[in-house]
């Protein structure tokens, strides 16, 4: 059962900066992207940033500017940096990665709040 092992949550004031890493607990194989969902109280989760096998990279028009997704290809590791955050980037983070019809995994999700 593959895992995903997501850190770097945590509370950081207006303006501040995070980086969110996710990484399996098992060598995976054939990934055809990986991503970072997010999901506020009484809200929807929704997409933040996707990283496709080829670095092809697409952002929520929200975080666009301010958030940067990388993976290392040889680790099957994915990363979300963020910077200037607001008020309203409080949410769970939830790593995604998606291996097509191999299968599909989400992370247990990561508190990012944003308050001063």
């Not at 950081?12 to 995976?28: D, E, M, N, Y």
């Not at 096998?53 to 993976?71: C, E, L, M």
């Not at 940096?81 to 599909?104: H, I, W």
Request: charged share 15%; with cysteine; proline share 3%.
């Amino acid at each position: 059962q593959v895992q995903l092992v997501e850190s770097g949550g945590g509370l950081v004031q207006p303006g501040g900066s995070l980086r969110l890493s996710c990484a399996p607990s098992t060598t995976i194989f054939n990934i055809n992207a990986m991503a970072w969902y997010r999901q506020a109280p009484g809200k929807q989760r929704e997409l933040v940033a996707r990283i496709t096998s080829g670095g092809s990279t697409n952002y929520a028009d929200s975080v666009k500017g301010r958030f940067t997704i990388s993976r290392d290809n040889g680790k099957n590791t994915v990363f979300l940096q963020m910077n200037s955050l607001k008020p309203e980037d409080t949410a769970v983070y939830y790593c995604f990665v998606d291996r097509g019809l191999r299968g599909m995994y989400w992370g247990q999700g990561t508190q990012v709040t944003v308050s001063s």
